[in-house]
């Protein structure tokens, strides 16, 4: 097997949001490369796509969330959420745009959605406020009465009498608690939903009733009014990191809804009869941003062996036709593998899962990549990454303790209060096993991570560092303390719910002391290569900048670089080859 490129790596377009036309005649995506983003119109008719928006930029998702755009209803014009922190009225195939709020470049209006009747678009203000903007032209108004601290993807009812909208407050995220709130334009009592646990992606059914999904049986799963359409033990959503997840949709006549089905990791496009509720499987892969118009189904479409695509689907014979693909072409010609499924134990007696992307040759070299969030999951997607270590003769294991999503509630939940230590306990009885099993050795182990998944690397290096020969960790959570003081909005409180209450000054003894890694960094006497952005408003780079200077003093070996005008994850071309060169030159030095 020839070694694949970074350059292959690091090419390509990120493709998000893709919509269906009202009219199922045209679908327009977000395209995004090396920061410039655009959105992107294809007639579905066999042309190639072309270039919708020009200036200002749109304001994409990424992978499979959303919260940019939205079609009006006589598929004459999209709005957009620009990069001036403006929604946009862009005339569809092109045309002058028009401003229609005046909120940005302080504040940030997203997520818009255009009533069926045309009269007016509702949509978010920093992810905190709901207001509406009349149509063509009126005054806003806010909609909100401020009583939650998030409010995420607004809808208008059918017929323009109300609106809704997910809501939460802190200290919760919303995968901890969230509801439906409303606003009633007329004599009709507001839409209101308080789950047991989170609800997210409220949206209508042609007749009114709403439609969401909800985690109160256990699992992410679509309910239908006040009872589950589907009830079963696989998630049908992820966690709501960002705005515009749609992994369920309602057929135009409201007799089927097609939604995402995550099977430990592995997506499946299902679809569920509202009348019988018998379920069927009509694509594999795993799917996001679903758009149902006509007898057309649109989505996002990506795999371990499938480059992420935008697709579209006869809603009659389930065949599929590609619209675009994201990265560059040649992967076809790679070999690809699909990860393996495996249960652990951990030293609790509870079931641990993890995938494995194992080298074509058998070998002792073990690359444990874990994800960010905690609250998250890798699912198989594609992710050029894995493919380029595998390609080395690495095998690459993937582990979801506990806290990560995709295995119901409970497995999520058995994180709060306990991050930095069960996190760092799962990830030690993982690779310990997978060793045992000969997957490989401690001298020829190495441990990555970024994010929530550097801090959970730091510290096995701390508690468990005989199981790896090196490490490397990018933009990695060391203070505790710090983040909960200064990270950005939406993640500043998530500390309380994964650790517990903020002590009112740094130094405090206490968990937040003694789970941060810049407070143990003489115990990290592994080999280590970090990266951080300093424009990372996440995890503040002084964060990094802390620890390798404790480790150095304490006599450890490491090596920090950091990224000028990079954030949380690197997006300049040249600092991403530059971070491939860097872990390959740091690996080869370390493990023999």
Not at 240 to 250: D, K
Not at 481 to 487: K, V
Not at 498 to 503: D, E, I, M, Q
């Amino acid at each position: 097997m020839m070694p694949i490129s970074p350059e292959r790596c690091i090419g390509g377009r990120d493709l998000t949001e893709p919509r269906l036309s009202p009219d199922a005649s045209m679908v327009v995506f977000a395209s995004s490369s090396a920061g410039v983003a655009s959105l992107t119109l294809s007639r579905l008719d066999g042309a190639p796509p072309r270039q919708l928006t020009a200036y200002p930029a749109p304001r994409p998702g990424r992978g499979f969330g959303g919260g940019c755009w939205c079609w009006s209803p006589d598929s004459r014009a999209v709005v957009y959420s620009a990069a001036d922190g403006n929604l946009w009225w862009q005339p569809v195939p092109g045309g002058q745009v028009r401003r229609l709020t005046d909120h940005g470049p302080e504040r940030t209006a997203q997520a818009p959605m255009v009533a069926l009747d045309g009269s007016a678009v509702v949509y978010v203000v920093d992810q905190a406020e709901v207001w509406l903007q009349p149509l063509p032209d009126g005054d806003p108004r806010r909609l909100d009465d401020g009583s939650a601290d998030f409010c995420f993807d607004p809808q208008l009812l059918p017929d323009s009498s109300g609106a809704f909208w997910q809501a939460w407050s802190v200290p919760d995220m919303p995968w901890d608690a969230a509801r439906v709130q409303g606003v009633s334009f007329g004599p009709r009592p507001p839409v209101s939903i308080v789950a047991a646990g989170a609800v997210q992606q409220p949206q209508c059914m042609p007749d009114g009733t709403i439609i969401c999904v909800r985690d109160d049986h256990g699992w992410n799963n679509v309910w239908l009014g006040d009872a589950p359409l589907v009830d079963e033990p696989f998630e049908h959503a992820g966690p709501t990191w960002g705005l515009g997840q749609r992994s369920v949709v309602v057929s135009p006549d409201g007799a089927q809804v097609a939604f995402t089905r995550n099977e430990d990791g592995f997506g499946r496009l299902c679809v569920v009869d509202v009348a019988t509720g018998t379920v069927r499987q009509v694509a594999r892969a795993v799917h996001g941003q679903l758009s149902w118009q006509g007898n057309r189904l649109c989505a996002l479409r990506s795999g371990a062996c499938t480059p992420t695509q935008v697709v579209s689907y006869d809603t009659d014979t389930w065949e599929r036709t590609v619209i675009d693909v994201g990265p560059v072409s040649g992967w076809e010609d790679e070999s690809l593998a699909e990860p393996e499924l495996h249960r652990f134990v951990a030293r609790d007696g509870a079931a641990l899962h993890a995938r494995l992307y194992r080298a074509d040759e058998p070998t002792d070299r073990l690359l444990c990549w874990l994800h960010g969030g905690p609250t998250d999951q890798w699912q198989v997607t594609f992710m050029p990454r894995l493919a380029y270590w595998r390609s080395r003769g690495w095998n690459v294991l993937v582990p979801d303790h506990r806290g990560s999503t995709g295995h119901g509630r409970d497995y999520q939940q058995a994180l709060r209060g306990r991050w930095g230590e069960l996190d760092i306990d799962d990830t030690a009885d993982v690779l310990a096993q997978a060793q045992a099993q000969g997957w490989g050795s401690p001298g020829h182990t190495v441990l990555m991570g970024g994010s929530s998944g550097g801090f959970t690397v730091l510290g096995v290096l701390a508690s468990s560092a005989h199981l790896v020969a090196a490490a490397v960790v990018s933009y990695p959570v060391t203070d505790l303390f710090d983040l909960a003081e200064r990270s950005h909005r939406f993640e500043r409180h998530y500390t309380v719910s994964l650790v517990g209450p903020v002590p009112a000054r740094a130094g405090v003894p206490g968990p937040y002391l003694e789970r941060s890694p810049v407070h143990v960094a003489d115990r990290i006497r592994t080999p280590l290569l970090m990266f951080h952005g300093d424009a990372d408003a996440v995890v503040p780079v002084e964060q990094s900048r802390m620890l390798a200077a404790r480790i150095v003093q304490a006599g450890g070996s490491v090596e920090l670089h950091v990224y000028a005008g990079e954030g949380h994850g690197f997006r300049q071309p040249d600092n991403q080859l530059d971070e491939y060169r860097r872990i390959g030159e740091f690996i080869a030095d370390h493990v023999r």
